[in-house]
């Protein structure tokens, strides 16, 4: 008995250790028990349902599990239904021998996927606005992945899930700006940590590599670490203004080809919004191609051609928060002739600093306001640092360049936003100009003042500009409140001329000249005398003498070959209103145009002859006449001398219009006139006259280079003119 019952017993477990084999390796096919897995997954979910066809069973003897396993699924939700590779879960044997089915995990394989429709089923497990925005910006591609979730007692997903697979062809566009295509890449995800590797993509058609891209969850923001990279190509401007916005609005870009490698990480929170974006990139910038032309850099580069070029740079780029460094080196093209540039530019929150060095050898530049011209094929170099702060206040620390020997260096330069000087420490110069005359002085700040000093400066360049520019608000400063001392032992007025030993002051307030005083002396002893005094604060009163007014006739183009003199000049200035009065005593002059022309006329060709001979001497030369913006009024001109004498008046507008008209009476004429006047006539000019006509009438009309003048002869002088050459003759 005891042998039989062992022999069952045996046989049993026999047949128990064969079933248990047969079942741990072989498994079992069945579609008894589908209703109760699909029961169980609704549970889970209400909204999902499973199409199962083919399952087979496996027994796990260790730990007392079934493991089940599907082939060819279908996930069936909202019309979709979603191609499943395998579907795999355990469920403890002790729920099924008591009808609980309680799911211990779930391994789920899938075929190729729309990216869309998986979305959408992650949206029926947990819906929320972010899953919204992906769904709306994903417009194509597949993804195929392996999901292992683990489940608790209650039939919640655990937090050690794994999820692998890949994404293909995908298609994401933002606001119709930001087009990304072909995007493929690999991803490893789990609890806190999200690898995505091989990732490449098509961004605005600009075609970018990534190895791999972390992505850690910290609480309840995700913290993403990425490198990527595009290989060298021709950009589309279009697609890069898509990108990057208004920040190249302004620049009109003509070409770009770069490569480079990036790496940038931030936090991104549940509302996809970013902070602690930092950026690392090293670009290796082919060809940029721009137009300069808004630069405004043809005054400097004469042979600029509008069009600058930037050739094999290589530029590192930081960005972290509020703070950006960009430095780089390479080739830069100016006038299809290349030169070295190298730069930094730090932006500090909302403060920028810059630092840069341009070896300039094959470029010409021209500094016209300094008369300095650097020629091509001359080595020089430039640096130039400076700052911008909130306010667009620029402030050069260092401008320098150097050429030869020629020198050029300011220190602590600031400006305002029009570029108006606020402020400078020094101003130093050492270089040869254009006339080929050595300027060196330097300018140096002394409390609020400032002290010009040096050997040699030219300044006809700044007496031209002054002369030209009608603009009583032209000056370079935004407030100039100081005093300025100059003492300067040569100064050139014009190529030829100078004066020695400058020497004085300037007072400046608020911009306008409060008052000055300048003497020097010319080479040949003679001295003048500048000055410069406001009255009241409302009027102004200007100085000029000089016992040598040959250098300053000289630069007036229409009077050639003055000679000897003495120049007297008072102005007043009062609301924008000058009244000036111009004497010259005892000179002569050879040729003047217009006065030719008015003696060839009036048939007074012997005059005419001497004026381009040996010149027509003058006794006295006064003129009145008041200035208004760009009119001047000339209340009153009028010249005496032995051969002939001159009343005018009229108005010049600058630029515009010239408008004369006077007397103009021979010395003969004018003895017989006096003559005729009882007892007085034969006190100044005694019994004999010459002969000759009484004089003639002028007037001369039209634009500056297209002056008519006409003439008519007179016989009775006007009383104002025998009074003002009664009044020159008792003077005298």
């Known amino acids: 008995m005891i042998k039989k019952l062992i022999k069952i017993i045996s046989v049993i477990l026999i047949l128990l250790i064969t079933a248990v084999f047969y079942l741990s390796f072989f498994g079992v096919k069945t579609n008894k028990l589908n209703d109760q897995i699909i029961n169980n997954i609704l549970k889970i979910n209400k909204n999902i349902n499973l199409n199962l066809s083919n399952v087979s069973y496996l027994l796990n003897p260790f730990d007392f599990t079934v493991s089940i396993k599907a082939k060819n699924p279908q996930i069936l939700f909202k019309n979709k239904n979603l191609g499943i590779k395998e579907v795999q879960t355990n469920i403890a044997l002790k729920s099924i021998i008591s009808d609980e089915y309680l799911i211990n995990d779930l391994k789920i394989k899938t075929k190729e996927i729309k990216i869309n429709d998986l979305i959408t089923l992650v949206r029926t497990f947990q819906n929320s606005p972010q899953l919204l925005i992906l769904d709306t910006i994903i417009k194509d591609g597949l993804v195929t992945g392996n999901i292992n979730l683990n489940f608790d007692n209650e039939g919640n997903v655990k937090e050690n899930y794994k999820i692998k697979g890949s994404v293909k062809k995908a298609k994401l566009e933002i606001l119709n700006k930001v087009k990304l295509q072909n995007l493929n890449f690999n991803f490893d995800i789990n609890k806190s940590l999200y690898l995505l590797e091989q990732i490449d993509m098509r961004l605005n058609n600009i075609d970018i590599t990534s190895s791999l891209t972390e992505i850690n969850k910290k609480k309840s923001s995700f913290f993403v670490n990425s490198e990527f990279q595009n290989v060298k190509q021709k950009f589309d401007i279009k697609e890069l203004k898509l990108i990057f916005g208004n920040l190249f609005d302004n620049i009109d870009f003509r070409k770009i080809e770069f490569s480079s490698k990036n790496n940038f990480s931030f936090n991104i929170n549940k509302n996809l919004k970013l902070n602690d974006l930092k950026v690392k990139s090293i670009i290796n910038l082919n060809e940029l191609i721009f137009n300069g032309e808004y630069i405004k850099l043809k005054p400097y580069l004469p042979n600029f051609v509008e069009e600058i070029k930037f050739e094999k740079h290589k530029i590192a780029i930081n960005y972290s928060k509020n703070k950006f460094n960009i430095k780089g080196n390479g080739k830069i093209s100016l006038e299809n002739n290349q030169d070295n540039l190298s730069y930094q530019i730090i932006k500090n929150k909302k403060n920028y600093s810059f630092d840069s060095k341009i070896n300039l050898k094959n470029n010409s530049l021209i500094i016209d306001f300094l008369d300095y011209k650097k020629k091509a094929n001359l080595d020089s170099s430039i640096l130039i640092k400076g700052s911008i702060d909130e306010n667009k206040k620029l402030k050069f620390n260092l401008i320098s360049l150097k050429e030869k020997q020629n020198e050029i260096l300011i220190k602590d330069l600031d400006l305002s936003k029009n570029f108006k000087i606020i402020d400078v420490e020094s101003f130093n110069i050492d270089y040869e100009n254009n006339n080929k005359i050595l300027n060196k002085i330097n300018l140096k700040k002394n409390n609020l003042n400032f002290i010009i000093e040096g050997e ?63 003497e020097a002396t010319f080479a040949n002893k003679k001295k003048i005398n500048f000055s410069i005094k406001t009255k009241n604060k409302s009027e102004t009163i200007t100085k000029l003498f000089t016992t040598y007014p040959k250098p300053l006739i000289k630069r007036y183009d229409f009077i050639k070959g003055f000679e000897e003199g003495n120049l007297d000049f008072y102005s007043t200035n009062k609301r924008g209103i000058s009244n000036s009065v111009l004497v010259i005593d005892n000179f002569k002059v050879k040729e003047v145009p217009i006065f030719a022309k008015l003696l060839s006329l009036a048939s007074l060709q012997g005059i005419a002859d001497l004026l381009t001979g040996e010149g027509i001497r003058f006794t006295n030369f006064e003129m ?15 010249a005496i001398g032995p051969a002939v004498s001159i009343l005018m008046d009229g108005y010049i507008e600058s630029k515009k219009l010239v408008s004369l008209r006077g007397t103009l009476v021979p010395a003969t004429t004018i003895n017989r006139t006096i003559a005729s006047i009882p007892l007085l006539g034969k006190i100044l000019i005694g019994d004999k006259t010459g002969e000759g006509v009484f004089g003639v009438s002028f007037k001369i009309k039209g634009s500056p280079k297209n002056l008519k003048t006409s003439v008519n002869p007179i016989k009775t002088l006007t009383p104002r003119f025998i009074t003002r050459t009664l009044e020159k003759i008792k003077n005298n």
């Open 456 to 518: 040699s400066f030219d300044a006809s360049k700044i007496i031209d500009n002054i002369m030209d520019n009608d603009d009583e608000n032209s000056s370079i400063f935004k407030s100039l409140t100081s005093r300025i001392n100059i003492k300067i032992k040569k100064t050139y007025i014009d190529k030829v001329n100078y004066i020695n030993n400058l020497f004085g002051n300037i007072d400046y307030n608020d911009n306008k000249i409060d008052n000055l005083k300048l």
């Open 624 to 638: 009145n006449f008041s200035n208004k913006k760009n009119l001047t009024t000339i209340d009153e001109l009028y």
